[in-house]
């Protein structure tokens, strides 16, 4: 999926998931959208792997793309992370929820993602679709849509 798709599937997701949660939905909102970018950190060429280069070659050059950084594994180290270092659990929630949109998202590509790295077994979604296609094009209106429903109510200020 594209950058844009990404960051569209961090709205939608951490909007739908402020529906549910009592964490302030600005805040999941802006975790939800960077969280939507991290797992992309192993490759070069995307927008969160164009700003921090140095570490992008580093997780590349180890595992990969779409291998560990986009594995339970992964989630869950960050989940310790987060706990330890960030001060705001709503951000924190916000940044796990984009990331774990952004696997799913991947995980509807044909190429599918190490879901259960460092085993190499490939975990895809029944249907799939490739990378900039016209699907994919559905998917990010999809997405916009639900982001529109599931803020409206949240941010409504009438």
């Known amino acids: 999926m594209t950058g844009k798709t990404h960051i ?7 909007l739908a998931f402020a529906q549910v949660s009592h964490y302030e939905p600005a805040i999941l909102l802006i975790g939800g959208v960077a ?10 060429s995307s927008k969160i792997g164009r700003s921090f280069p140095i570490l992008s070659k580093l997780i590349s050059t180890l595992f990969g793309h779409r291998t560990f950084t986009h594995s339970l594994l992964f989630l869950v180290l960050m989940t310790v992370l987060f706990q330890s270092v960030l001060p705001n659990e709503a951000l924190a929630m916000g940044i796990l929820v984009g990331m774990i949109s952004h696997i799913i998202l991947d995980m509807a590509t044909k190429r599918g993602v190490k879901l259960l790295f460092p085993l190499r077994v ?10 900039g296609s016209f699907t994919e094009y559905l998917v990010f209106a999809a997405l916009s849509v639900l982001s529109v429903y599931f803020g409206y109510g949240l941010f409504n200020f009438s």
């Open 35 to 44: 969280g939507a970018l991290i797992p992309d950190i192993c490759h070069g």
């Open 122 to 131: 490939t975990v895809r979604l029944p249907i799939t679709t490739s990378t």
């Open 8 to 14: 569209t599937g961090g709205i939608a997701a951490s």
